[in-house]
């Protein structure tokens, strides 16, 4: 295998080009640099965290999509990838750390349990992350296959590409916070119940 055939480069965003020079907008250049260097947050609390352990791992590679570095502080990420099973209890200590994470934050939810409570219809258990913060791509499957979570992945690319750099700044955007009682600047408090 050549060098050339080794690594896939990115194709340059739209804009106009001519000897010399390229021009393009803002948003298209920081959505192109984001998109290849999102840094997740894995929060894996059961079995799901182990197909996440695959995806990692070289069959599939998270770092062919510019991924490879995890970050165990949310200070430090910008994708939540939460895998497994949420306990009610859980639920609030999840909403703290995306309240932690730097804005702009994506999340998802990998397999049937964070995204709907799965099998799990009980008292005890948080019937979808998306009770406690917002969610960008559901994953199914219980568990999904590594080639699934790729696909969420991808799927999150494709937002972060596109995201206008003013989104976060919208009314929508705030009010979407509001209705789940996040700050939008973090201040220390006492975790919620739910
Ligand atoms: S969705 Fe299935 S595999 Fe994933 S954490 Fe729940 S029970 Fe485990």
């Given at each position: 295998m050549t060098d050339q055939n080794k690594y896939t480069k990115v194709a340059a965003p739209e804009g106009y080009s001519g000897p010399g020079f390229m021009a393009t907008s803002l948003d298209k250049v920081v959505g192109l640099a984001r998109k290849n260097s999102i840094w997740p947050l894995p929060f894996a609390t059961s079995c799901c965290g182990i197909e996440f352990m695959s995806t990692m791992a070289s069959n599939y590679d998270l770092g062919r999509f510019g991924s490879e570095r995890l970050s165990f502080s949310p200070r430090q990420a910008d994708l939540l990838m939460v895998m497994g099973t949420?306990?009610?209890?859980?639920?609030?200590?999840?909403?703290?750390?995306?309240?932690?994470?730097?804005?702009?934050?994506?999340?998802?939810?990998?397999?049937?349990?964070?995204?709907?409570?799965?099998?799990?219809?009980?008292?005890?258990v948080l019937q979808g992350i998306d009770r406690v913060i917002p969610v960008d791509v559901y994953v199914p499957g219980c568990p999904p296959r590594p080639e699934q979570i790729l696909d969420g992945v991808i799927k999150i690319q494709e937002l972060v590409e596109t995201e206008s750099l003013r989104r976060r700044d919208s009314q929508e955007y705030k009010d979407l916070l509001a209705g789940y009682g996040i700050n939008q600047v973090w201040k220390k408090e006492e975790p919620k119940t739910i």
């Open positions: 949420i306990a009610k209890k859980m639920g609030p200590i999840l909403q703290q750390i995306y309240e932690q994470m730097a804005e702009p934050r994506w999340v998802i939810a990998v397999g049937a349990c964070a995204s709907s409570g799965g099998i799990f219809d009980t008292h005890s």
